[in-house]
């Protein structure tokens, strides 16, 4: 008896270590990719910015070689060259402003989907805890076994003779 209460009691332990377990590296393991989400984020970032020196680079050339060619042309710097050099300018501003905002959005996507890892990696550890509550529950109400009781005041007649007693029967005189 002692000793199926004991094996009883040790399996609930280990089903309890094993839920806590569970839950803990499932927590860590959403950690672990929210970490890679905020490094891709980041490394979003860096490679934006690479791109926008980049463009920047490739406007300053373009935007050299359209005055070289207006001043080798002899036609003057104001005017329409001047216009078309502006117009340049602007929509290379806005290329610039597209990377960036492209860049922002993605960044944003990988940062909410580190959050979203974080919180299921919170949720699993709590499920963990109510796992680990109900295990316990479970395994000592388990090892309670009523027929097994000790139970104090019954009567020493068998249980025969009580229902009969109980019942009115008269038959045992």
Avoid: H, W
Avoid at 15 to 44: F, H, P, R
Avoid at 79 to 93: D, F, K
Avoid at 127 to 134: C, L, Y
């Amino acid at each position: 008896m002692c000793t199926l209460a004991l094996l009883g009691l040790a399996g609930t332990a280990v089903s309890v270590g094993g839920a806590l377990m569970q839950g803990a590296q499932q927590q860590q393991l959403a950690n672990y990719q929210a970490k890679a989400y905020e490094q891709q984020a980041q490394a979003d970032a860096q490679s934006a910015a690479f791109e926008q020196r980049q463009e920047r680079r490739k406007q300053d050339l373009l935007e050299a070689q359209a005055r070289a060619q207006a001043g080798a042309s002899g036609v003057g710097i104001a005017g329409s060259p001047t216009e078309v050099l502006a117009a340049n300018a602007r929509q290379g501003q806005v290329d610039l402003n597209a990377t960036l905002y492209n860049s922002r959005l993605r960044q944003n996507n990988l940062n909410t989907q580190a959050a979203i890892s974080r919180f299921q990696g919170s949720q699993a550890m709590t499920a963990s805890i109510f796992k680990v509550g109900n295990g316990l529950i479970d395994g000592l109400s388990g090892l309670y076994d009523p027929a097994k009781s000790v139970t104090f005041g019954g009567s020493s007649l068998s249980p025969r003779a009580s229902r009969a007693i109980i019942g009115g029967y008269t038959g045992l005189y």
